[in-house]
């Protein structure tokens, strides 16, 4: 008895959801668009000429598709794959490109594509040379990473040494009585 109550309840809302306009489709079928596309279907004539085969169609000679992977066994790249050609990167799923998502930090493979924006050097002088030695006792990696002691602190690191917005930050520390090292 209460099946058919929900039933007969639910079938209701099917009723009320036919259309004014004098067709038997409920507007939960698509409404207005669904039907005008229905009948410009039926509508449309059809070719007097008869349907066009293949071999009528115009042939354009000396188009062709450009390549769009490359290097790597066709187009695919990564580890048992091979790299790509010179300047394409190694997306992570495994194809050959150029762009943002072939080429964008952390995911393009380094080690199968030279075009990784992890790979370019930046410009200026080359600092590979200047020495950096171990100053303090606090190790240099995760393992000199810590919680701060007490709660609601944060610690703000220059790890690259200061930069152009460093005085900007400490000037506002020192206006809201923050201690900046």
Known sequence: MRLSSVVLAASLGLVL??????????????????????QARR?????????VRRQDMPVKR?????????????????????SC???YCCSPEGWCGKGID???????????????????????????????????SVPYGGAGIYDCVNAGD???TFDDGPYI????????LKV???RGI
């Open 43 to 51: 509508s449309t004539a059809p070719n007097p000429q008869g349907p």
């Open 62 to 82: 000396g188009e062709h598709l450009k390549t769009r992977q490359v290097g790597g066994v066709d187009g695919r790249c990564g580890p048992g794959i091979g």
């Open 154 to 156: 944060i610690a703000v």
């Open 85 to 87: 050609a010179s300047g």
């Open 176 to 178: 809201r009585r923050e």
């Open 165 to 172: 917005y460093t005085n900007d930050l400490l000037d506002k």
């Open 102 to 136: 072939y080429c964008s930090a952390p995911d393009c493979q380094l080690n199968y594509g030279s075009g990784c924006d992890a790979n370019q050097k930046p410009s200026g002088a080359d600092t590979s040379g200047v020495p950096r030695p171990k100053l303090g």
């Open 17 to 38: 959801a036919h259309g004014n306009h004098g067709q038997h489709v409920p507007k939960i079928l698509g409404g207005r668009k669904f039907l005008a596309a229905l």
